[in-house]
């Protein structure tokens, strides 16, 4: 018989143990070892038992235990530290305190949060990367105030048929087994927040927070007695359900985050954020609501839009167009309008903010950049690749104009270095970790050093994965006396290769097994044998993604292989940290450009792993030759067969001739020298770079203190520069197609230009309606390619000459001709405003309909 309703029943802790649960409730336990040993030492075999999670533990450990550790000085002693510790922790002055005029909050929504394998509220890279990035604000003391949502089921946990078939489970969460509170109002009421449905439907949420160092975490949590039970099943698993779910969880996230927030901050006294943060397209209602806020205080449409625009950043994290939430543009409608409707904010604006090429469609992240200042790609590759995505936003502007930027994403140290790593370098190099300098130093620690930390993490990886790798196969239906042959699966001292993530197609988890003999051939070999450590999940409705698991399973099945290629099921955070740490090698092949960033292979690398990757994301702007391998990849070759088949060559290749060689070539002292001296580059490279504390400070500097400044700008004085700058933008919009470029020439060309000369470039533009100070002209000049198209032009400002009674203006200005070979120039004109961040945010240009008096030459 089931239970139809479950909930954990918290310990009373004596009084001397009060502190022990201060700690439990603030997820920074979950990156600082010193509090995880203190757990360990209230019950050592029942911490082993709850998988390290300090809220079982103290479900579980008895009264007796309790009382004989209220009586333990020596323990209450250690306890009384770690309570100091962490308040210092969450008072103390850190980097973002000494900077000026920084944001005095920032709201970051995510629909995932993978803080710790305790609160499984993840799926995959966008979550970890949303729970690193939280956890280095913390350490930062960025005051970020983050907002997701609380899914009663979480994501699946993974576990394999007897035909490797992957089979899904939901378990069900009680949000008091978490390390979590309920918001509650001054008179200790719990905080609802609600959403107006259609059909005059309501959907009710609660808001648990979650503490992440000094960062709140607000989960919305419909799972409520006030709500029907479509709306009380909003909550109830991540990426669950069909269109109208998902639009509701989005809905949620989006409107009622920040309705949540309003809540929080009113509780508790916490400053209003000047900055939202959404992170990918699923928050992107936040803006709505915010624009609904400011309408209802008598702001136009357009004024709430600007001083919305001012303070959003978006980060888009897709490569693919299929990777974006789109909605039919009639379920938009039926939220937004009818008996629902908001009455301020029609719901044709709405539909605008989210039209893309396909009118029935309604496009989140288009939306989401349409109500965002300041736009940026999680990869220097993935920027270049989502400008080519999205430039039919910005028509008439060259590519590298497109205003979406890029921070590439880093990993979270603490959280994913072994403790070996992280005591070794505290002990020779003290606070590398939170510095961008001083990692050169790595080349002074001893090799035999980090060899034996590198085998410690790789034993505790077997060991680790036999155990795991028993529990499958008994689940699958093994008995005890069929799994004697895990005893010996995987060696310590073999090169192991791992890959872990998610199981979409163009990640290719099945590239290895292209040509089967020729890996087995690899994995046996006598001399220079390879294991591989396999973990990932596909989505439970992508039945290609559990076909290539099958695939991978059957392979390593065999009995011939079986002990140097596992498949490990339930890839978690728990599963992720052991690899990224017991790896020597870490594999990552995509189809190039389809990985927007990837973080795996950055947390290897901190661990002294090195990369087996192709080109891809981070890899591709880091890879400097000697930090790892790149994979050669096949651009161009359409066929999708005979790319793969070429680029699992190559990674064959490298596998055999240049990895194997490296990792086992040990002259007389038994160290490969030549693969630490591979290591310690790897660790002096890479290690400030793919820090989260560095991609935060990038954040804050160029996205965040920028945003609160436009914001606060914006905002003065009752909003009065967002209404003056709402009536130019409309003015200057409906007036630009008066503007035109009616004549440019240039003076000094001469018959043969020389490279180091000049020339002198005039240009007349009829203004129409437009002030002078409206607009700026340009010069855009550079090489030119074989139909006279500007490559990768420059820009210079043409000051103004004179101005004519009809609204014609004169321009003048020099071109410097800097380079030889093919050149060629014209004139363009752009909206100007101190307010305005780049040329290309309004998505208004005007150039000559035909090539008026353009050059084209070769300069010599």
Request: hydrophobic share 40%.
């Amino acid at each position: 018989m089931r239970a139809i309703r479950r909930f954990t029943v918290r310990t009373v802790l004596p009084a001397e143990l009060a502190a022990l649960g201060e700690l439990v409730h603030n997820l920074r336990w979950s990156w600082h070892p010193e509090t995880m040993d203190l757990f360990s030492e209230v019950d050592a075999d029942l911490w082993e038992r709850v998988g390290h999670d300090p809220v079982a533990l103290l479900g579980a450990v008895t009264p007796a235990r309790l009382s004989e550790l209220a009586a333990d000085r020596r323990f209450l002693r250690r306890l009384a530290d770690a309570a100091d510790d962490l308040r210092e922790y969450m008072t103390s002055p850190r980097w973002y305190q000494t900077l000026p005029d920084g944001a005095r909050a920032i709201a970051y929504f995510s629909p995932e949060y993978g803080i710790a394998a305790a609160l499984p509220q993840y799926s995959g890279g966008l979550g970890i990367l949303a729970g690193d990035h939280l956890k280095a604000a913390s350490d930062l003391g960025v005051p970020i105030l983050a907002v997701g949502l609380l899914y009663r089921h979480g994501y699946f946990t993974q576990s394999l048929s007897p035909e490797g078939w992957q089979q899904e489970h939901y378990p069900s969460l009680d949000a008091g087994g978490l390390p979590l509170s309920l918001l509650k109002d001054a008179d200790d009421t719990p905080v609802k927040i609600r959403i107006g449905l259609p059909d005059e439907r309501m959907l009710h949420a609660q808001v648990w927070v979650a503490q992440v160092g000094r960062v709140p975490l607000l989960l919305l949590d419909s799972d409520v007695a006030d709500n029907d039970t479509p709306a009380r099943d909003v909550t109830d698993r991540l990426y669950g359900g069909g269109t109208d779910h998902r639009l509701m969880q989005e809905l949620l996230l989006g409107v009622g985050g920040v309705r949540a927030i309003r809540a929080y901050c009113k509780s508790v006294g916490h400053a209003e954020p000047e900055v939202f943060h959404t992170n990918e397209g699923h928050a992107g209602f936040l803006g709505l609501e915010r624009i609904r806020e400011l309408t209802e205080a008598r702001l136009s449409f357009d004024e709430a839009w600007e001083a919305v625009r001012a303070g959003t950043v978006f980060t888009t994290h897709t490569p693919v167009p299929a990777g974006i939430d789109r909605f039919p543009v009639e379920m938009i409608e039926r939220h937004f309008g009818g008996s629902n409707a908001w009455p301020t904010v029609p719901v044709d604006r709405i539909l605008a903010l989210g039209a893309e090429s396909d009118p029935h469609r309604f496009n989140m992240a288009v939306m989401g950049m349409r109500l965002s200042q300041r736009v940026n790609g999680v990869s220097r590759l993935h920027g270049q690749v989502s400008r080519e995505m999205f430039k039919d936003l910005w028509p008439g502007f060259d590519l590298d104009e497109v205003p979406i930027g890029s921070i590439t994403n880093g990993v979270h140290a603490p959280t994913w270095v072994g403790r070996e790593f992280m005591e070794l370098a505290d002990r020779e190099l003290p606070s590398l970790i939170e510095r961008a300098r001083g990692w050169d130093g790595i080349q002074k620690i001893p090799d035999g050093d980090i060899w034996q930390i590198r085998g410690t993490l790789r034993r505790q990886l077997v060991e680790g994965a036999r155990v795991r790798l028993r529990r499958s196969w008994r689940e699958r239906g093994a008995s005890d006396a069929e799994l004697g042959w895990i005893d010996d699966a995987l060696d310590p001292d073999v090169l192991t290769i791992g890959f872990a993530r998610r199981v979409p197609s163009y990640k290719r988890l099945t590239l290895m097994l292209r040509d089967p003999e020729r890996l087995t051939e690899l994995l046996l070999d006598p001399d220079k044998p390879v294991q591989i450590v396999i973990a990932g999940k596909a989505h439970p409705a992508d039945e290609g993604g559990k076909k290539l698991i099958q695939q991978i399973v059957k392979f390593a099945d065999q009995q011939k292989v079986r002990h140097r290629i596992v498949f490990l099921p339930d890839y978690d955070m728990a599963l992720g940290r052991l690899m990224v740490q017991g790896c020597d090698v870490w594999l990552n092949n995509p189809l190039r450009p389809l990985e927007a960033s990837g973080t795996s292979g950055m947390k290897s690398a901190l661990n002294g792993g090195l990369n087996l990757s192709i080109r891809d994301g981070w890899w591709d702007e880091w890879y400097d030759g000697s930090n790892g391998w790149a994979i050669p990849t096949a651009d161009g070759v359409t066929d999708t067969d005979r790319r793969d088949e070429l680029e699992a060559a190559a990674l064959y290749d490298l596998i055999e001739h240049e990895v194997s060689d490296r990792f086992y070539d040990r002259p007389g002292d038994g160290l490969p020298r030549r693969w630490m001296e591979m290591v310690k580059h790897t660790l002096a490279s890479l290690g400030p770079k793919v820090l989260a504390g560095r991609m935060l400070r990038d954040y804050v500097v160029t996205l965040y203190n920028p945003a609160a400044g436009a914001a606060r700008a914006l905002s003065a004085d009752g909003y009065a520069p967002a209404k003056a700058f709402a009536a130019w933008r409309l003015r200057v919009a409906k007036a630009w197609p008066g503007v035109r470029v009616e004549h440019a020439e240039a003076t000094g060309v001469g018959d043969t230009p020389e490279v180091g000369s000049s020339i002198e470039l005039h240009a007349t533009i009829a203004l129409g309606d437009l002030e002078p100070a409206d607009v700026q002209v340009e010069a855009v000049y550079g090489k030119v390619g074989p139909h006279d198209e500007l490559v990768r032009p420059a820009y210079a400002k043409l000051e103004m000459a004179s101005a004519e009674d009809d609204g014609r203006a004169h321009y003048t200005g020099v071109v410097p001709l800097d380079h030889t070979g093919a050149f060629g120039y014209t004139v363009r004109v752009v909206p100007h405003h101190p307010l305005v961040v780049t040329p290309a945010e309004l998505g208004l240009i005007t150039v000559p309909e035909e090539p008026a008096g353009m050059t084209n030459g070769t300069l010599r």
